[in-house]
Nanobody
Framework: QLQASGGGLVQAGASLRLSCVSS????????LGWFRQAPGKEREFVVA????????YYANSVKGRFTISRDNARNTVFLQMNSLNPEDTAVYYC????????????????????WGQGTQLTVSS
């Protein structure tokens, strides 16, 4: 199971770090991802990191502003978010994939089998 935390209300331009802790035994062998769902919109991919943390894949909308990292010793994945803007307002979900690597294409929701409960981020202008 995955437990996400760290969301909140911030002003535009601020930074925030989300965390997601896993209780699973295969944490270090799984690619982990962050997705988000804004009000009235479909859930979208944000970023993913391979099991070894050697590879990442970022959505264009967050590239250069968000950084994903993981600590396999603590079964935790982090999402550092900088230069936040109101368009980043969403519920953020962490998820674990069926595989351990990062491919050439953007990961899909169906690649992920375990999902956290989500944490709300609201960015005010």
């Amino acid at each position: 199971q995955l437990q996400a935390s760290g969301g909140g209300l911030v002003q535009a331009g601020a930074s925030l770090r989300l965390s997601c802790v896993s209780s699973g035994r295969t944490f270090s062998r799984s690619t982990l991802g962050w997705f988000r769902q804004a009000p009235g919109k479909e859930r979208e991919f944000v970023v993913a990191i391979s099991g070894s943390a050697g590879s990442t894949y970022y959505a264009n909308s967050v590239k250069g502003r968000f950084t994903i990292s993981r600590d396999n010793a603590r079964n935790t994945v982090f999402l550092q978010m900088n230069s936040l803007n109101p368009e980043d307002t969403a519920v953020y979900y962490c998820a674990a994939a069926f595989y351990s690597g990062i491919g050439y294409f953007e990961p899909r929701e169906t690649d992920f089998h375990s999902w956290g409960q989500g944490t709300q981020l609201t960015v005010s202008s």
